[in-house]
């Protein structure tokens, strides 16, 4: 036999290695092919209008069931036409393949950007084995107007008003109208590219050819005007025509002093660019519409429609405008620098029908709508004479009784309104509609006059007007108190995000308070919040004074408040960085945030090194409204346990910027105030620390919880302190909170990191005062001012339950040390007669899972960790060998890595995948 010839045998074996090295090879492409690049973002948003980064940050994600996947390199093609991109020709950057596991916030490094201009993009990643994924679908962002010279756009305003109706509902009223500007045009192609960007301080609303332009509504975001203004870039190629055009500007004052604007339409017609911008021969007219109110703290009023002014067709193109005036010039524009607007528009949420709707005499009548909103209401009118007045009055709460704060409407009704009060005038026409358009109420009620019958349920309804915030995760657990808890939270969220900043209470004073810092976790876990956090940072920014004070509110810088309302700055800035991971936030804000540390130790150390402040009610508050020590009461905190809870927090405020430091390799900065607050820790605890009654200052919980969560308390005091707070709670407070805004947050954070999350069960299973299950009993749909209901019950002060229910009950947290949930924590805490829970969070990277289940002293935990992430899993259980996956020990399980036992938990960590735990759950 010829020794070269191969035997059968030979050929089997060669012929398998030949089809195995197939199989292996289409095994990878197959796994490559199931991994898919999707959710490609520019600046944090998909496809946006209105750039002006001059180098955007890009984001993507990768989708696959594939366990372990991991980002290995990256191609990013940026093409100057959708035709280049198609050919795989990044005419305007190509990054090649560059290897880093990033996919997040990657810096655009390519031509420089024009303004008005579309760019296409996508990306391709190579996985851990070094195979590439297709390339993603394509995606697109616009750029807005870069330069003050590329605006062409005048300033522009309205004559005074002279027509004689329009003076006469004006005078009548007390009302300021709103006004209407259109330009028209002509065209001899449709447009291959048109984008239209308005700038003014006035809320506004884009037509073109008679069809309002965006879902955006309240438009533009609330600023500080003399700061900073802003504008919006619309996409309207598909609006417009060949022929003849109309562009058109519906304005209300809202926050402005007065209505002017300037807008741009930049199109390319025949591969031609030309723009038309405002200016003097854009005509105007008043509307019908108006505003009545004074726009300030408790009278922000409503808005009037004059039925027998309006013009439906106004914006129609040919329209007769010989009636019309010209627009006049603005001068003398005092308003900050624009830039566009970087945070989500505001847009019309959910659509709440009435629930009742009942005559409460003296010819008013009562919708109910069986929930407190933010937000619109829209009433279809019965056929009414010419001229006849129906008043809507907008109320949060009402009483049988009369109450302090509430306003008697009807015969036996008490209502809590702020001069929340719409009017509409009829023309005598069928189908007549009043709906909102430039202002907004915070409402369960609205009180109807002016009609002749009970109006049906099917005329009217509630519209919620919120951020357009993407809606990132979910929670529910076995017990139904909790779950309504969590959905009484997130929906009072909603109701206080409008306008670009955290409202404290939408109908009285509108004003964006440092109460803000205590939803941050739960809200950032509910929505998408980025671009939101970003834009209300740098409202508190600009609004810093030269000495480094920060204002006890932003964007407008007015209020009470303390040390703990500034403090929003640094708080918000790091918790943005641990959940975006957006290093950039950090360098914006640093700066400021060291500069209002510096000048609070500026303060204390005029006053033996301890901050104090002012006497005065709202001018140097620590824990906000305690129960029973509210504003109904004359129970105010004392101003030394103002000062020890003021000096605890200022040490919180170093301890952050540390942090900030450290991430940021200022190492001088961080040895510098490691070492400044190691003294004043010392100095606090001397000074409040009452040594006979073991306690600082009082026996208030919040009074315990700051001086050991900021290391005040020395070691040695630390067990007897910790006991302390752990009788009040159960033995003073029979299971309740004693806390106000700040020291409810901070109280609940310290014991979930501390392992006494069974402490923060027992106050969130309390359906009795105080406590969110009293509020529920009460029948709340949104969240109180304070504990027992006085004031506003639409408010921001006790919205953060959702930051235990996620972080500890269904134990996602951010990991520091990966921040953006590169690396997610889970970590739930079984306590209680909670008995399974279900929840989820979309994070930059994907989404993560963490769902248990106990049945007797078996714990089940289904965990899901995305693509290019990783996870460090906490496991209640005694040992390795109690804990399986999938029913394979650890040690034989891919993906798992065991690193310690901590506290009665097994730690592991996991790469990308969909594991299932099961454990003999742990006794401690």
């Given at each position: ?20 090295t ?5 095994s ?5 092919e ?9 600046e ?24 372990g996947?991991r ?22 950057w190509d990054?090649?393949?560059?290897a ?18 579309r760019y ?5 990643v190579?996985d ?13 962002w ?16 309205t004559?005074?008003?002279?027509a ?8 009548a ?13 002509h065209?001899g192609?449709?447009?291959t ?21 965006g879902?955006d ?18 996409d309207?190629?598909e609006?417009?025509?060949a ?9 209300g004052?809202g926050?402005a ?15 031609e ?7 003097t021969s ?21 808005e ?5 002014q ?34 989500p ?12 709707v009942?005559?409460?005499g ?6 109910d709508?069986g929930?407190?909103l ?22 949060d ?11 008697k ?7 809590q ?24 109420a915070?409402f369960?009620y ?5 009609l002749?019958?009970?109006?049906a ?6 519209m ?14 076995s017990k139904?108190?909790f ?5 009484v ?6 109701c ?19 109460d ?5 976790e739960?809200?950032?876990t ?12 740098t ?20 209020g009470?408040g303390?040390?703990?309302?500034g ?16 290093k ?13 540390v510096?000048?609070l ?9 301890i901050l ?24 105010a ?13 200022r040490i ?14 200022k ?9 400044r607050?190691?003294?004043i820790?010392?100095?606090v605890?001397?000074?409040?620390y009452?040594?006979?009654?073991q ?20 070691d ?25 805004m ?7 954070e ?5 392992g ?6 027992t106050?969130?299973?309390q359906?009795?005062y ?19 209901g006085?004031w ?14 996620y972080?500890?009950v ?8 990966a921040?953006?949930f ?7 805490d ?11 969070y979309d994070?930059?990277y994907?989404?993560f ?12 935990m ?6 290019n ?15 399986s996956?999938?029913?394979r020990?650890?040690d034989?399980?891919?993906g ?25 759950k742990?006794?401690?």
């Amino acid at each position: 036999m010829n020794p070269q010839q191969p035997t059968r045998s030979r050929l089997v074996a060669i012929l398998a290695v030949f089809l195995g090295t197939l199989v292996a090879s289409g095994s990878a492409d197959a796994a490559a092919e199931m991994a898919r690049v999707e959710e490609l973002r520019c600046e944090y948003c998909t496809a946006p209008v209105g750039i002006d980064a001059v180098s955007p940050r890009l984001s993507w994600l990768t989708r696959t069931d594939q366990r372990g996947w991991r980002q290995t390199a990256y191609q990013i093609l940026v093409a100057s036409s959708e035709e280049n991109l198609e050919r795989d020709l990044g005419d305007l950057w190509d990054s090649d393949r560059t290897a880093s596991d990033q996919s997040i916030h990657v810096a655009y490094q390519g031509l420089p950007l024009k303004s008005s201009t579309r760019y296409w993009w996508k990306v391709r990643v190579w996985d851990q084995d070094g195979q590439p994924n297709a390339w993603s679908k394509p995606s697109v962002w616009t750029m807005g107007l870069l330069k003050p010279e590329d605006w062409k756009g005048k300033w522009i305003g309205t004559p005074p008003v002279t027509a004689e109706n329009a003076l006469t509902v004006a005078k009548a009223w007390n009302a300021s109208p709103t006004i209407q500007f259109r330009q028209d045009f002509h065209m001899g192609e449709e447009p291959t590219s048109a984008t239209i960007t308005v700038n003014s301080p006035a809320y506004f609303e884009l037509y073109v050819n008679g069809k309002k332009i965006g879902r955006d509504v309240l438009s533009p975001a609330v600023s500080k005007l003399d700061k900073q203004t802003f504008s919006i870039t619309y996409d309207v190629r598909e609006y417009l025509v060949a022929g003849d055009n109309c562009v058109g500007l519906w304005l209300g004052a809202g926050w402005a002093d007065s209505i002017i604007v300037r807008a741009q339409l930049d199109v390319i017609v025949d591969g031609e660019p030309f723009a038309i911008g405002s200016d003097t021969s854009w005509k105007t007219r008043t509307s019908g519409r108006y505003k009545i109110g004074q726009w300030k703290w408790g009278d922000f009023g409503g808005e009037l429609v004059d039925a027998r002014q309006v013009a439906p067709d106004w914006c129609r193109a040919g329209l007769d405008t010989s009636a019309w005036t010209s627009a006049v010039a603005a001068t003398n524009v005092l308003l900050g620098p624009a830039r566009n607007q970087l945070c989500p528009p505001n847009r019309i949420g959910d659509e709440i029908p009435a629930v009742s709707v009942t005559s409460i005499g003296a010819g008013l009548y009562e919708i109910d709508f069986g929930k407190a909103l933010t937000g619109w209401f829209r009433m279809k009118m019965p056929t009414l004479q010419s001229g006849t007045t129906v008043t809507m009055t907008f109320a949060d709460t009402k009483s049988d009784s009369q109450k302090k704060k509430l306003s008697k409407i009807g015969d036996n009704g008490w209502y809590q309104h702020f001069n929340q009060i719409s009017k509409f005038v009829s023309a005598g026409g069928e189908g007549e509609v009043f709906e909102n358009k430039f202002n907004f109420a915070a409402f369960r009620y609205v009180i109807v006059e002016g009609l002749s019958s009970l109006p049906a349920k099917r005329s009217v309804k509630a519209m919620l007007v919120d951020s357009d915030l993407e809606h990132t995760a979910s929670f529910e657990c076995s017990k139904d108190l909790f779950n309504r808890i969590h959905e009484v939270n997130k929906w009072t969220q909603q109701c206080l995000n409008l306008g670009g900043y955290y409202v404290d209470c939408p109908h009285r004073e509108r004003m964006g308070y440092g109460d803000g810092q205590v939803a941050t976790e739960g809200f950032m876990t509910n929505f998408r919040a980025d671009r939101f956090y970003r834009k209300w940072l740098t409202d508190w920014r600009l609004l810093q004074k030269p000495d480094g004070g920060l204002p006890n509110s932003a964007p407008f810088g007015k209020g009470g408040g303390g040390p703990g309302w500034g403090g929003l700055l640094s708080a918000i800035a790091w918790r943005h960085f641990l959940y975006y991971g957006d290093k950039s936030v950090l360098e914006e804000n640093y700066d400021a945030i060291r500069r209002y540390v510096e000048h609070l130790e500026t303060i204390s150390q005029s006053n033996g090194d301890i901050l104090t402040g002012k006497t005065g009610k709202f001018s140097f508050i620590g824990d906000w409204v305690a129960p029973r020590r509210g504003m109904d009461t004359n129970n105010a905190p004392s101003h030394e346990a103002r000062e020890l809870f003021n000096n605890c927090y200022r040490i919180q405020q170093i301890e952050l910027l540390i942090q900030m430091a450290r991430v940021l390799e200022k190492t001088d900065d961080v040895n510098d105030y490691n070492n400044r607050v190691s003294e004043i820790r010392s100095k606090v605890h001397k000074a409040f620390y009452d040594v006979e009654k073991q306690q600082y200052v009082l026996d208030g919980q919040a009074y315990y919880v700051m001086p050991l969560m900021t290391g005040v308390t020395p070691d040695a005091t630390r067990p007897l302190l910790l006991k302390k707070l752990e009788e009040n709670i159960l033995l003073k407070n029979t299971g309740h909170l004693d806390t106000g805004m700040l020291g409810t947050y901070f109280m609940m954070e310290y014991l979930r990191d501390i392992g006494r999350s069974d402490l923060v069960f027992t106050m969130f299973n309390q359906t009795t005062y105080p406590g969110w299950g009293y509020m529920l009993q009460q029948d709340a749909t949104t969240l109180w001012e304070q504990w027992n209901g006085y004031w506003s019950q639409v408010h921001s002060c006790f919205t953060s339950p959702d930051n235990w229910l996620y972080q500890g009950v269904a134990g996602i947290q951010a990991d520091a040390s990966a921040p953006g949930f590169k690396n997610a924590i889970i970590k739930p805490d079984i306590v209680g007669d909670v008995t399974w829970v279900r929840s989820h969070y979309d994070s930059n990277y994907g989404r993560f899972v963490s769902n248990w289940q106990l049945e007797g002293d078996r714990l089940k935990m289904h965990v899901t960790v995305p693509a290019n992430a990783t996870a460090t899993v906490y496991v209640p259980a005694g040992g390795m060998n109690d804990v399986s996956e999938s029913g394979r020990p650890l040690d034989q399980t891919p993906g798992v890595e065991f690193l310690r036992i901590e506290d009665g938990k097994v730690v592991l960590r996991v790469v990308a995948g969909v594991y299932s735990f099961e454990a003999q759950k742990s006794s401690k």
